[in-house]
């Protein structure tokens, strides 16, 4: 991948997509090969889960925890992903996983990161989350890796796409409509 692009990794169910994220972000070691991230990235992570940590927290605790931020401006970009007035104190237990993925990635977008590697990120997400999902990675300025099952999503955020299958990645230039037929036509 080169710096800026906005790359989709596809294909069935059970064929490595969440383990090779995984790969990428060191949470687990190849078995052989090596994994090699530039020295300049800097990459944050949005697991299938979302935000995860101290079940008592508040949101405003959560964030700040990750974003050095003084209470006002937390408050303000927390509204940017709709936590809105007292949301702001709701315990994170008390969190939908859609709610739980618009945290985690406000974070993201309000630390030094200059990559995301998302893993499913439009799981669980309401309509309204959708729309600031997908307004948060046209505004990113990064590069963008994401796995998902959403062709719309994929359609509107992502080109090339990977198809991986069999153990191997296949590259495909154009959105994931694009890649689909390329890869019937092979």
Same mark, same amino acid.
């Given at each position: ?6 790359? &989709? ?54 964030? =700040?925890?990750?974003?050095? &931020?003084? &209470?006002?401006?937390? =408050?303000?970009?927390? /509204? ?13 237990? /008390? ?20 990559a995301l590697i998302l893993d499913e990120p439009t799981n669980h997400l309401d309509i309204d989350s959708r729309e600031v999902l997908?307004? &948060? ?42 890649? =689909? ?6």
């Amino acid at each position: 991948m080169k710096f800026g692009e906005r790359v &989709a990794v596809v294909g069935k169910n059970g064929a490595g997509k969440s383990t090779l994220l995984r790969l990428l972000t060191g949470e687990i070691a190849p078995d052989r090969g090596e994994v090699y991230i530039g020295p300049s990235v800097q990459a944050g992570y949005l697991s299938q889960q979302g935000w995860e940590g101290d079940p008592d927290m508040t949101v405003l605790e959560a964030f =700040r925890e990750e974003v050095p &931020a003084d &209470a006002g401006t937390a =408050r303000q970009i927390l /509204d940017r992903f709709l936590f809105y007035g007292h949301s702001v104190f709701r315990k994170m237990r /008390d969190l939908s996983g859609g709610e739980r993925m618009r945290l985690r990635l406000a974070q993201l977008m309000h630390r030094d990161v200059n990559a995301l590697i998302l893993d499913e990120p439009t799981n669980h997400l309401d309509i309204d989350s959708r729309e600031v999902l997908e307004e &948060a990675l046209r505004d990113f300025r990064g590069t963008i890796l994401a796995v998902s099952h959403d062709r719309y999503f994929l359609n509107q955020l992502f080109a090339p796409v990977y198809w991986l299958e069999n153990g191997t990645l296949t590259r495909y230039e154009g959105n994931y409509d694009e890649a =689909r037929r390329k890869r019937a036509e092979r």
